[in-house]
C-alpha cells in the first residue's frame, strides 16, 4: 500500500528556508488522479493546510503563505518538496504530507505521513 | 476562506456512550466533507468522507451525516481506543481549511 514519509531539517534559524521532502513508496506518483499535499500543526493547535501540486503541475497554496511558499515534485524520484522562506518561530510546527485523491467523491487527505518536527530559532 | 466551526471543543464522556461532533461550514459545501482522528504524536487517519463514507478499516460504530452547511459525526458507543482528537475538514474549495478539533476524554 502507499506510504508517504517526510525528511529534511529540524532545526532551523530565523530568515532561512524550510526544504522538505515527502517519499512516496508502494504506489506511483506518475499514474495520476492525486495531488500531493502539505499540511502543517503548530504545537498544540489545530491544522493548517499549506497547499498542493496536482499530477498536471498545477499548484494551490493557502493565500496566508502564499507568498513564502513553492511546492515541486519530481515524479522520476516518487517525490515531492516543500519549500517556505524567511521563517520565523510562527513556523514551527510539525509537517505533513498527505495524498488528495481529484475525485471529490473519493475525498480529501486519504493517506498522510507521520510528520516531521520543525523548529525555527535563533 | 470557509471557516468550519466544530463544537464541542472538547467533551467528557464514558465507554459505551453515544456522542456527536458537529461541524458548521461558513458556506455550502455540498458534501465536500471529512472527518479525522487525530491521537498525539501521530498523524490523523480519516474516518468518513463525502460527509458519510465510511473509510475502509473504520469500525461502523463511527458514522457521518450532513450536507450543505450542518455536518455530524458520531460514535455509537465509545470504546477506549475512540479517545482522541476530531477534526472536520472541507475540500469544496481552496484552501481546505479545517475545523478547530473536539478533544474527547475520558469521564
Known amino acids: 500500500q502507499v506510504q508517504l514519509q517526510e525528511s529534511g531539517p529540524g532545526l532551523l534559524k530565523p530568515s532561512q528556508t524550510l526544504s522538505l521532502t515527502c517519499t512516496v513508496s508502494?504506489?506511483?506518483?506518475?499514474?495520476?488522479?492525486?495531488?500531493w499535499n502539505w499540511i502543517r500543526q503548530h504545537p498544540g493547535r489545530g491544522l493548517e493546510w499549506i497547499g498542493n501540486?496536482?499530477?498536471?503541475?498545477?499548484?494551490y497554496y493557502n493565500p496566508s503563505l502564499k507568498s513564502r511558499v513553492t511546492i515541486s515534485v519530481d515524479t522520476s524520484k516518487k517525490q515531492f518538496s516543500l519549500s517556505l522562506s524567511a521563517v520565523t518561530a510562527a513556523d514551527t510546527a510539525i509537517y505533513f504530507c498527505?495524498?488528495?485523491?481529484?475525485?471529490?467523491?473519493?475525498?480529501?487527505?486519504?493517506?498522510w505521513g507521520q510528520g516531521t518536527r520543525v523548529t525555527v530559532s535563533s | 476562506d470557509i471557516q468550519m466551526t466544530q463544537s464541542p471543543s472538547s467533551l467528557s464522556a464514558s465507554v459505551g456512550d453515544r456522542v456527536t461532533i458537529t461541524c458548521r461550514a461558513s458556506q455550502g459545501i455540498r458534501n465536500d466533507l471529512g472527518w479525522y482522528q487525530q491521537k498525539p504524536g501521530k498523524a490523523p487517519k480519516r474516518l468518513i468522507y463525502?460527509?458519510?463514507g465510511l473509510q475502509s478499516g473504520v469500525p461502523s460504530r463511527f458514522s457521518g451525516s450532513g450536507s450543505g452547511t450542518e455536518f455530524t459525526l458520531t460514535i455509537s458507543s465509545l470504546q477506549p481506543e475512540d479517545f482522541a482528537t476530531y477534526y472536520c475538514l472541507q475540500y469544496y474549495s481552496y484552501p481546505r481549511t479545517f475545523g478547530q478539533g473536539t478533544k474527547l476524554e475520558i469521564k
Open positions: 463525502a460527509a458519510s
Open positions: 508502494g504506489g506511483s506518483m506518475s499514474s495520476g488522479g492525486y495531488s
Open positions: 498527505a495524498r488528495e485523491p481529484e475525485m471529490p467523491a473519493a475525498g480529501a487527505f486519504d493517506i
Open positions: 501540486i496536482h499530477h498536471s503541475g498545477s499548484t
